[in-house]
């Protein structure tokens, strides 16, 4: 669970100069007090009251170094040297000293966490993509570092820096009439208290808010991606319904929870304040009628005691922003915290951070046991053998572990039982980025980036030739469309690869696959979705690279693995027929039956 110092150590990085420009914006603030101290012993001479000592003596040594009468002249002379290196001189440090230092870390801190919300996305287990869509998951980053780069400059130059100010206003007060210091800083204390307890309540609320929001925007996000089967579906109008009533809710707790609680606290401080000042003005008015403190005295204490009261409006409207952001800066870091896979990457592009593998393709699953719940095995102790540059089929009904197999070869997961070894080597103690590179795998539905036609067949090697890149276009058919294309390798394929048909799609993945040039090469479903024609494509494609590398091939259309050197049929999570396809049609077994549904469907359609 996130708190408030992770929020705190967010701009660890930049300690030093954090700390730096608080105590420089906050030395201003306290220099500020300076001009009323000034203006009120102004009055004193005026009045021909006389000056504090200290100020008397500082007086007195600037008139012995000019050789100048220390007179009501020479008081005023010193008292407008301080008020001008106060204003005017100090006017043009300032912003340096200050606003940009805060600003500068907010924006490189941004920077920073940015480039590490990246590399967490990047390493984040599958199975958390399964729980949270690209929506939820981008209004959390940036909201949260939205968040994080306004509220520093806020809170490091502003709230601290009014906070360091009222302390110096105590101290000026304690030392001119301490009574009235005891009371101001009884009702300063008073207020700040009620106000951060009534604060912790509504910020309770916005944490339920975040929620609301994030689910408002995921479904958004989710319209937006199926937004073809919407309206095929004819669904607008209840979408739309469905969205307004999140709104709805949401409006509700912002308006008549959040924003009357907030009306309603500030209402209150702000009665206690001005009646805070009223008893400051008649205490410190009965001391000067009594003779207490002398007229310049008054005019400070009233002008600093107002100016204090009047910090707690900006201070308590700073704390009502970081209230309102809290929740979304807490949600960012519980993201931040969420535990990468055990099969997270190396993010360094540093050659010598990844091992380079070759293997013979040999792949060897010995006595494999999974589930994605521990007490439900979704394979049960498997025994494969796949020699290299093998053929092997995977078919079976949906369920019985096909993908699973393929998702533990890659290593999305964790064995429960058992091992998977390459050429010998367990998977699990190779380094998974120089592992990873040696396979390729050609879905059921290509990714495609919204990029050039090239960019996306040299995705897995950027450095690949225009050799290369024709080679594997023509094994994978690709050569077949690319005329068709208005700027041939250069056509931007738009987002999805919309501008590609669904067989289109499945070539430029078979061909970006063999540009790795893969010891091992993964067909999972590769033609399920195709029309026959597309199908038909795919399979010459996939006929020509058969026995160039190990390939081990899932499908429920048995055409597709009819020349594959081994069939393994799966049912409910076990090996339970394998041989070739003559074989095992003569077994009379599970693919048998398949086969026969298969070529009665094909013989009725």
Known sequence: MANIRDIVNYFERYRAIALFSIAASSGFEILDLAVPYAIGQLLNVLSEQGLDRPLQQLVDASARLTNQPSNQTASIIVLLAIIFLVTVA???????????????????TRRDHTAKAIAKVLTLPLEYYDENNAGRISGRVARGLSN????????????????????????????????????????????????????????????????????????????????????????????????????????????????????????????????SVFV?????????????????????????????????EPISHMAEIFARRYASMQTFHEFMQTPVGTDAASLSDSPDAVRHYEFTGKVHFENLSFGYDKNRLVLNNINLLIEPNQTVALVGRSGSGKSTLVKLLFRYFDLQSGRILIDGHDIRNLDVTGYRRRLAIVHQEVDVFNGTLLDNLTYGNPNATEEQVQFACQVARVDEFIHQLPKGYL???????????????????IARALLVNPDVLIF?????????????????????????RTTLIIAHRLSTVREADKIVVLDQGQIVEVGNHEELLNQGGIYQRLHALQETGELLA
Do not use: C
């Not at 000293?97 to 500068?104: A, E, Q, S, V, Y």
């Not at 056509?491 to 993945?509: A, M």
């Open 90 to 108: 100090r006017a043009p440090i300032q912003p340096w000293l200050g606003n940009w230092f805060h600003w500068d870390i907010a924006l490189r």
């Open 148 to 275: 994080h780069t306004y509220t520093y400059p806020e809170v490091a130059g502003q709230a601290i820096p009014k906070v360091a100010r009222v302390l110096g206003i105590f101290i000026v007060i304690w030392l001119i009439q301490w009574q009235i210091a005891i009371l101001f800083l009884v009702s300063f204390l008073f207020i700040l208290n009620f106000t951060w307890r009534e604060l912790k309540k509504l910020s309770n609320t916005e944490q339920k808010l975040e929620r609301y929001e994030e689910n408002t925007e995921s479904r958004t996000a989710e319209i937006i991606t199926n937004i073809k089967t919407v309206k095929a579906f004819a669904t607008e109008a209840h979408e739309l319904k469905r969205q307004q009533q999140r709104l709805e809710r949401e409006f509700t707790v912002v308006d008549y929870r959040l924003h009357k609680g907030y009306v309603v606290l500030f209402s209150w401080q702000k009665l206690v304040i001005e009646a």
């Open 280 to 312: 400051v003005l008649a205490l410190t008015l009965w001391a000067t009628v009594q003779g207490q403190i002398s007229l310049g005295h008054f005019v400070t204490t009233l002008t600093l005691s107002s100016m204090a009261y009047s910090e707690l």
């Open 491 to 509: 056509t931007v394929v738009g987002e999805r690869g919309v501008r590609l048909s669904g067989g289109q799609r499945q070539r430029l993945g």
């Open 524 to 548: 999972d479903e590769a033609t399920s979705s195709l029309d026959y024609e597309s199908e038909r494509s795919i399979q010459l494609a996939m006929r020509s690279i058969l026995g160039t």
